[in-house]
Protein backbone atom coordinates (compact mmCIF):
# COMPACT_ATOMS: atom_id res chain seq x y z
CA UNK A 1 0.00 0.00 0.00
CA UNK A 2 1.35 3.48 -1.43
CA UNK A 3 1.02 6.17 1.23
CA UNK A 4 2.77 9.56 1.79
CA UNK A 5 3.17 11.79 4.63
CA UNK A 6 4.13 15.11 4.81
CA UNK A 7 6.13 17.03 7.62
CA UNK A 8 8.01 20.51 8.61
CA UNK A 9 7.03 23.40 10.72
CA UNK A 10 3.59 24.51 11.12
CA UNK A 11 4.66 28.37 11.62
CA UNK A 12 7.30 30.19 9.55
CA UNK A 13 8.57 33.65 10.01
CA UNK A 14 8.80 35.89 6.59
CA UNK A 15 11.45 35.64 4.66
CA UNK A 16 12.65 32.96 6.20
CA UNK A 17 13.37 29.25 4.35
CA UNK A 18 10.77 26.37 4.52
CA UNK A 19 11.47 22.73 4.63
CA UNK A 20 9.19 20.29 3.91
CA UNK A 21 9.77 16.56 3.41
CA UNK A 22 7.55 13.78 2.25
CA UNK A 23 8.23 10.45 3.47
CA UNK A 24 6.82 7.38 0.94
CA UNK A 25 6.34 4.10 2.20
CA UNK A 26 4.58 1.22 -0.17
CA UNK A 27 7.16 1.95 -3.31
CA UNK A 28 11.13 3.27 -4.03
CA UNK A 29 11.58 6.02 -5.22
CA UNK A 30 14.39 4.32 -7.32
CA UNK A 31 12.13 2.63 -9.16
CA UNK A 32 11.98 3.74 -12.83
CA UNK A 33 9.04 5.63 -13.57
CA UNK A 34 8.32 6.78 -10.23
CA UNK A 35 7.28 10.71 -9.33
CA UNK A 36 6.56 12.78 -6.41
CA UNK A 37 5.16 15.81 -7.07
CA UNK A 38 4.38 18.93 -4.59
CA UNK A 39 1.00 20.81 -4.46
CA UNK A 40 -0.01 23.57 -2.41
CA UNK A 41 -3.73 25.11 -1.50
CA UNK A 42 -4.19 28.53 0.45
CA UNK A 43 -6.93 28.57 2.85
CA UNK A 44 -10.16 28.51 1.02
CA UNK A 45 -8.36 28.33 -2.30
CA UNK A 46 -7.57 25.86 -5.57
CA UNK A 47 -5.01 23.81 -5.98
CA UNK A 48 -1.35 25.05 -7.43
CA UNK A 49 1.06 22.62 -8.76
CA UNK A 50 4.49 23.30 -7.52
CA UNK A 51 7.01 20.73 -9.06
CA UNK A 52 8.23 17.29 -9.11
CA UNK A 53 10.91 15.22 -8.89
CA UNK A 54 11.38 12.07 -11.00
CA UNK A 55 13.49 8.43 -10.20
CA UNK A 56 15.89 9.97 -12.23
CA UNK A 57 16.67 13.38 -10.54
CA UNK A 58 14.15 14.87 -13.29
CA UNK A 59 13.08 17.93 -11.60
CA UNK A 60 10.15 20.11 -12.80
CA UNK A 61 8.96 23.47 -11.01
CA UNK A 62 6.15 26.12 -11.37
CA UNK A 63 7.57 29.06 -13.19
CA UNK A 64 5.99 31.20 -11.05
CA UNK A 65 8.03 29.61 -7.77
CA UNK A 66 10.90 28.27 -9.79
CA UNK A 67 13.47 30.81 -8.61
CA UNK A 68 12.36 30.00 -4.41
CA UNK A 69 11.57 26.24 -5.03
CA UNK A 70 14.28 23.07 -4.76
CA UNK A 71 13.07 20.06 -4.80
CA UNK A 72 15.37 16.98 -4.15
CA UNK A 73 15.26 13.06 -3.48
CA UNK A 74 16.85 10.93 -0.76
CA UNK A 75 16.85 7.17 -2.04
CA UNK A 76 18.52 6.43 1.29
CA UNK A 77 15.58 7.42 3.30
CA UNK A 78 12.51 7.34 1.11
CA UNK A 79 12.31 11.16 1.18
CA UNK A 80 11.60 14.10 -1.05
CA UNK A 81 11.90 17.15 0.38
CA UNK A 82 10.80 20.75 -0.80
CA UNK A 83 12.52 23.68 0.26
CA UNK A 84 11.14 27.13 -0.44
CA UNK A 85 12.97 30.45 0.14
CA UNK A 86 11.78 33.87 1.45
CA UNK A 87 8.60 32.45 2.42
CA UNK A 88 6.07 35.46 2.44
CA UNK A 89 2.41 35.80 4.24
CA UNK A 90 0.77 34.79 1.10
CA UNK A 91 2.92 31.32 1.05
CA UNK A 92 0.58 30.11 3.81
CA UNK A 93 -1.11 27.19 2.59
CA UNK A 94 -1.72 23.41 3.14
CA UNK A 95 1.08 21.48 1.06
CA UNK A 96 0.02 18.18 -0.27
CA UNK A 97 2.80 15.29 -1.63
CA UNK A 98 1.61 13.06 -4.06
CA UNK A 99 2.67 9.71 -5.80
CA UNK A 100 2.95 9.47 -9.57
CA UNK A 101 4.23 7.08 -12.39
CA UNK A 102 5.05 6.65 -15.68
CA UNK A 103 5.33 4.17 -18.09
CA UNK A 104 6.34 3.13 -21.50
CA UNK A 105 5.72 5.68 -24.49
CA UNK A 106 4.96 8.15 -21.86
CA UNK A 107 2.11 6.70 -20.50
CA UNK A 108 1.31 8.47 -17.45
CA UNK A 109 -1.33 7.23 -14.38
CA UNK A 110 -1.91 10.72 -12.34
CA UNK A 111 -1.10 11.80 -9.00
CA UNK A 112 -3.05 8.94 -7.59
CA UNK A 113 -2.27 8.45 -4.12
CA UNK A 114 -1.54 11.95 -1.77
CA UNK A 115 -0.45 12.86 1.46
CA UNK A 116 -2.80 14.35 4.31
CA UNK A 117 -1.54 17.90 3.46
CA UNK A 118 1.40 19.72 6.35
CA UNK A 119 -0.33 23.29 6.83
CA UNK A 120 1.98 26.35 7.04
CA UNK A 121 1.30 29.67 8.10
CA UNK A 122 3.77 32.33 7.30
CA UNK A 123 3.17 35.10 9.98
CA UNK A 124 5.68 37.09 12.19
CA UNK B 1 1.94 28.20 -19.00
CA UNK B 2 -1.02 26.38 -20.38
CA UNK B 3 -3.91 28.02 -18.74
CA UNK B 4 -6.91 25.32 -17.82
CA UNK B 5 -10.50 27.48 -17.31
CA UNK B 6 -13.01 25.39 -15.82
CA UNK B 7 -16.96 26.45 -15.83
CA UNK B 8 -18.86 26.43 -14.19
CA UNK B 9 -16.92 27.51 -11.30
CA UNK B 10 -20.58 26.22 -9.03
CA UNK B 11 -22.67 23.66 -10.23
CA UNK B 12 -25.95 23.18 -7.82
CA UNK B 13 -27.52 19.65 -8.77
CA UNK B 14 -30.12 17.51 -7.15
CA UNK B 15 -29.86 13.74 -5.88
CA UNK B 16 -30.29 11.91 -9.16
CA UNK B 17 -29.90 14.10 -11.49
CA UNK B 18 -26.61 14.31 -14.13
CA UNK B 19 -23.76 17.16 -13.65
CA UNK B 20 -21.07 17.95 -16.47
CA UNK B 21 -18.12 20.22 -15.91
CA UNK B 22 -16.32 21.72 -18.57
CA UNK B 23 -12.31 22.50 -18.71
CA UNK B 24 -10.89 24.02 -21.69
CA UNK B 25 -7.14 24.36 -21.92
CA UNK B 26 -5.20 26.99 -23.74
CA UNK B 27 -3.38 24.62 -25.63
CA UNK B 28 -4.07 21.15 -27.46
CA UNK B 29 -3.24 18.56 -24.16
CA UNK B 30 -2.62 16.15 -27.39
CA UNK B 31 0.66 13.91 -27.12
CA UNK B 32 2.26 12.56 -30.01
CA UNK B 33 1.64 8.94 -28.34
CA UNK B 34 -2.65 10.01 -28.76
CA UNK B 35 -3.44 10.10 -25.31
CA UNK B 36 -4.70 13.30 -24.48
CA UNK B 37 -3.32 14.40 -20.75
CA UNK B 38 -5.62 15.27 -18.64
CA UNK B 39 -6.31 14.15 -14.83
CA UNK B 40 -9.72 15.41 -12.88
CA UNK B 41 -9.48 15.25 -9.29
CA UNK B 42 -12.30 15.21 -6.30
CA UNK B 43 -11.46 16.92 -3.18
CA UNK B 44 -14.36 16.47 -0.47
CA UNK B 45 -14.31 19.05 2.24
CA UNK B 46 -11.73 18.59 4.49
CA UNK B 47 -9.51 15.93 2.58
CA UNK B 48 -7.05 15.81 0.52
CA UNK B 49 -7.45 15.81 -3.35
CA UNK B 50 -7.66 12.05 -5.17
CA UNK B 51 -7.44 10.89 -8.58
CA UNK B 52 -10.94 10.26 -10.35
CA UNK B 53 -9.71 10.46 -14.35
CA UNK B 54 -6.52 10.07 -15.43
CA UNK B 55 -5.27 10.36 -19.69
CA UNK B 56 -9.04 11.98 -20.24
CA UNK B 57 -11.01 8.85 -19.42
CA UNK B 58 -9.68 6.01 -17.79
CA UNK B 59 -10.94 5.95 -14.07
CA UNK B 60 -9.16 5.15 -11.38
CA UNK B 61 -9.14 2.30 -9.24
CA UNK B 62 -12.21 2.23 -7.24
CA UNK B 63 -13.98 5.06 -9.03
CA UNK B 64 -17.48 4.64 -9.32
CA UNK B 65 -18.85 4.10 -12.89
CA UNK B 66 -21.30 6.88 -12.67
CA UNK B 67 -18.04 8.96 -13.24
CA UNK B 68 -16.88 9.84 -16.65
CA UNK B 69 -14.19 11.89 -18.40
CA UNK B 70 -14.23 12.63 -22.24
CA UNK B 71 -12.62 15.19 -25.03
CA UNK B 72 -9.61 15.91 -26.63
CA UNK B 73 -7.46 18.82 -28.17
CA UNK B 74 -8.49 21.55 -25.79
CA UNK B 75 -11.87 20.96 -24.42
CA UNK B 76 -12.99 18.17 -21.99
CA UNK B 77 -15.64 17.14 -19.70
CA UNK B 78 -16.26 15.48 -16.77
CA UNK B 79 -19.40 13.80 -16.40
CA UNK B 80 -21.44 12.18 -13.83
CA UNK B 81 -24.67 10.12 -14.71
CA UNK B 82 -26.64 10.39 -11.67
CA UNK B 83 -25.01 12.63 -8.59
CA UNK B 84 -25.29 11.53 -5.14
CA UNK B 85 -24.81 12.98 -1.83
CA UNK B 86 -21.44 11.88 -1.53
CA UNK B 87 -20.29 13.54 -4.32
CA UNK B 88 -20.38 16.72 -2.70
CA UNK B 89 -16.65 18.43 -3.33
CA UNK B 90 -14.55 20.66 -5.38
CA UNK B 91 -13.61 18.95 -8.75
CA UNK B 92 -10.09 20.25 -10.39
CA UNK B 93 -8.64 19.71 -13.81
CA UNK B 94 -4.81 19.04 -14.47
CA UNK B 95 -2.75 18.93 -17.43
CA UNK B 96 0.48 17.37 -17.53
CA UNK B 97 1.59 17.69 -20.87
CA UNK B 98 3.90 19.94 -20.76
CA UNK B 99 6.46 19.41 -18.08
CA UNK B 100 5.09 21.96 -15.58
CA UNK B 101 1.59 21.14 -14.74
CA UNK B 102 -1.86 23.12 -14.15
CA UNK B 103 -4.72 23.12 -12.50
CA UNK B 104 -8.26 24.94 -13.12
CA UNK B 105 -9.62 26.85 -11.10
CA UNK B 106 -12.12 24.31 -9.36
CA UNK B 107 -15.96 23.36 -9.56
CA UNK B 108 -18.08 23.45 -6.34
CA UNK B 109 -20.60 20.92 -6.92
CA UNK B 110 -23.15 21.19 -3.84
CA UNK B 111 -26.74 19.89 -3.33
CA UNK B 112 -29.57 22.03 -4.64
Known amino acids: QITLRESGPTLIKPRQTLTLTCSCS??????????VGWIRQPPGKGLEWVGLVYWDDDVRYSPSLKSRVTITRDPSKNQVVLRMTNMDPVDTATYFCAHNRVGYNFYYYGLDVWGLGATVTVSS | DIVMTQSPLRLPVRPGEPASISCRSSQSLLHRNGYNYVDWYQQKPGQSPQLLIYLTSIRASGVPARFSGSGSGTDFTLKISRVEAEDVAVYYC?????????FGQGTKVEMK
Open chain 2, 94 to 102: MQALQPTWT
Open chain 1, 26 to 35: GFSLSTAGVG
